[in-house]
């Protein structure tokens, strides 16, 4: 039977979709304190737990080990070694990881949801009883510190470190960055006696997403009911600078063949109501590849491969960060365009009703994504609960996104994009 070929000679109609909403999480919180959030699907044969306690980047100490913890978790319980812990992962087709966030760290497990029962223990070991076992730290350490040495090597490393004190304050958790012989002293002592003495069940989150059912969750609380450790809470609230002028820095790397950029203007935290607003404007400024800095710098000028902006929010502060590589004889001409931009977006004749379409369509797209899994709805939830999100931040994000003017963009600029207050870092040739 002769099939009727598609007429491509008129485009498909474009339709948009109706205001987005997050659904929220179920929450049971135990008797002991520990809080569950809960996304299920009983159609999906794959879970996953997320377990987050209390400390992070923000109470990393000046030895940093803190950050070692992290990938500490995985190489041994007082029950399990790391090679074994590793082969029962293989067995049941699971995986795992571990990461840190501004207060907690978190491990995470995926596996198949009838393996879940048998995995859940060595879960429960893996978070609340490593073993921190020395030769297994030093192995660790000295591979993190290999790894430290590769990234001093590296342009883009360089501009950032430097730039961290000069925003972030000297002293602050957020600007410490350990040598490699620093990070070889760390001994399983200093992690032991960080790792035990925060386990405070009322600062635990887990977050448990997939193919989760009820008897599943009966298991966790059973599991994690158990920690009752009377200790002060590890979270303590972030301490930045007030800056009153800018900065610029030069860090030289007379090998490298590139130069690194890394720009950054202090803004407000999670905590202001113009924090949506300003993200969405920080977007248009080099949030993505139809950006301002993209489409100037990249694509017209050629002047680098990419170029980024992001608003790196905490919930006292906020910070701009715009970073970018290019040829050192192009460094001054990329941060001429950079300036240029940040203050054409304070101009509102500058925006086409093209450009408001396409940048509310990009993000309205990535928030509809988000919704497309219990998974990524949870990635959403447990990235805004660690962060401090106010309520309604994923609505407030669809609700400026299908009302963008010209006036809004440019208000935030006006307000926020201060080049009087711009920190510069470079690392290359002079």
Known sequence: MNQIPPDRSTPP?????????????????L?????????????????????????????????????VIAPALSEGTISHSGSRIAE??????????????????????????RYFPELLPLTREIVLEPAFEE??????????????????????????????????????????????????????????????????PSETHIFLSGGIKEEMLSLVADSFGSLTQDVAPAIRPLVFPTHETGERIHTSMPDSLQSALSISIPMVGRDNLDFVPLRIAVMALGGYFGSRLMLNIREEKGLTYGIGAALVGYKEKGFLSITTQTATEYVSEVEKEVLYEIERMKDPASYTPDELARLGLFIRSALASSLDTTFSRMDLIQSYILTGAPDGYFEQQDSVARSLSPDLLAEMAVKYFDTNLIFTSIAGKE
Request: aromatic content about 4%; glycine content about 4%.
């Open 31 to 67: 008797p002991n304190g520990i809080t569950i959030h809960t996304c299920a699907d009983p159609n999906v044969e794959v879970c996953r737990i997320a377990v987050a306690i209390p400390g992070g980047d923000a109470e990393t100490g000046r030895d940093a080990a803190m950050r």
């Open 135 to 200: 030769e297994a730290m030093k192995r660790l350490t000295e591979r993190l510190a290999t790894r430290n040495e590769i990234d001093r090597c590296r342009v883009e490393w360089r501009a950032n470190d430097a730039l961290r004190p000069a925003i972030y304050g000297p002293d602050s958790p957020l600007s410490i960055s350990p040598t490699p012989d620093e990070i070889r002293a760390i001994t399983p002592d200093q992690l032991r006696n960080i790792h035990f003495s925060r386990l405070n």
């Open 88 to 113: 029962l992962l293989e067995d049941y087709g699971a995986w795992s990881g571990a990461s840190l966030s501004t207060h907690h760290t978190v491990y995470s497990l995926s596996c198949l949801s």
């Open 13 to 29: 109609e474009l339709h948009t979709f109706d205001p987005l909403s997050l659904k929220k999480a179920r929450i049971d919180i």
